[in-house]
């Protein structure tokens, strides 16, 4: 496996080693010990698995509030997406910036997103699944959000029209949360 750091701490592009043949692929998805060397400590205690039939679906931006922040590890096992993980670490020198990242299973790509962070995607085809372990329980109490349009994230979505929830409709901008 290898682990590429990027530029936002704790944020890290995850590339299996995939084993190919004439009856199709293998691959180790994780392993604690590799996880670990590579930077990545996280005791995972929840799977997650969202299936979108439509592309243009946008899912977030979600997260969690304290005591119940979530570090995740999101992996495509059907379609494509358009994954973005924004920073919301106050103390962070990368506050309020994200990083955006194709994830396919074509690619086999996987994203670790820290605690910390506001995490959603955009789905590129139809009928796209995406499978992802937490290391926190969902607790509804905590759950936040932000609109996926913020002007002032200025995400580069791959869609001007999405698909989402009401929910997700609904959601206030970065700096509303944070004068509250």
Not at 14 to 31: A, C, H, I, Q
Not at 47 to 54: G, I, L, Q, R, Y
Not at 65 to 83: H, M, N, Y
Not at 139 to 160: C, E, F, M, R, Y
Request: hydrophobic share 40%; proline share 5%; aromatic share 12%.
């Amino acid at each position: 496996m290898e682990f590429i750091k990027t530029d936002i701490d704790g944020l890290i592009l995850v590339k299996p080693k995939v084993f190919t043949d004439n009856r199709g692929f293998f691959l180790e998805s994780y392993s604690v010990s590799k996880f670990k060397e590579g930077g990545i400590d996280s005791t995972f205690v929840q799977d997650n698995h969202s299936c979108s039939t439509a592309a243009g679906v946008i899912r977030g931006l979600h997260f969690q509030t304290e005591p119940f922040s979530q570090s995740k590890l999101i992996r495509v096992i059907r379609g494509a997406i358009f994954d973005v993980a924004v920073d919301l670490r106050l103390s962070s020198p990368t506050f309020g910036q994200w990083r955006g990242f194709e994830l396919s299973a074509v690619n086999f790509d996987m994203l670790f997103i820290p605690r910390g962070f506001a995490h959603g995607f955009c789905t590129l085809i139809e009928n796209s699944e995406i499978v992802y372990k937490a290391d926190n329980l969902y607790s509804p109490q905590h759950d936040a959000g932000v609109i996926w349009n913020d002007p002032d994230l200025a995400i580069k979505w791959p869609t001007d029209n999405p698909v989402l929830s009401a929910k997700d409709k609904s959601l206030p901008k970065l700096k509303e949360i944070f004068q509250r």
